[in-house]
């Protein structure tokens, strides 16, 4: 069993930043892809970010490239994601997920889930 516990979610103003932690425990952290996803107000959960168990390969979803950076820590088995030049449209309860499919952008490919952290962005 994989145990996934999402912090750093907070309110934030526009055009601020954010880096999101996800504590992974349970069986050896380097056997997992991981990703981010969030589920906005009112809407599905969404892709955001991914990152393969190398860490060589990095999937975003377009409305996070150029802006949001997920990387993860083997050592500590952490998995983060910064998020910059945030917008009111990135307000959203974000999970992280592990899973053994590739880092890939649908739920399905994912096997275990954090309870999530709140992200609001208003002024």
């Known amino acids: 069993q994989v145990h996934l516990v999402e912090s750093g979610g907070r309110l934030v103003q526009p055009g601020g930043s954010l880096r999101l932690s996800c504590a992974v425990s349970?069986?050896?952290?380097?056997?997992?892809?991981l990703g981010w996803f969030r589920q906005p107000p009112g809407k599905e959960r969404e892709f955001v970010a991914a990152?393969?168990?190398?860490?060589?390969?990095?999937t975003y979803a377009r409305s996070a490239q150029g802006r949001f950076k997920i990387s993860k820590d083997d050592v500590k088995s952490l998995v983060f994601l910064q998020m910059n030049s945030l917008r009111n449209e990135d307000t959203a309860l974000y999970y992280c997920?592990?899973?053994?499919?590739?880092?890939?952008?649908?739920?399905?490919?994912?096997?275990?889930w954090g309870q999530g952290t709140q992200v609001t962005v208003s002024s």
């Open positions: 997920a592990a899973g053994d499919q590739g880092a890939g952008t649908e739920e399905k490919e994912y096997d275990y």
């Open positions: 349970g069986r050896s952290f380097s056997q997992y892809d």
């Open positions: 990152i393969s168990r190398s860490g060589l390969t990095e």
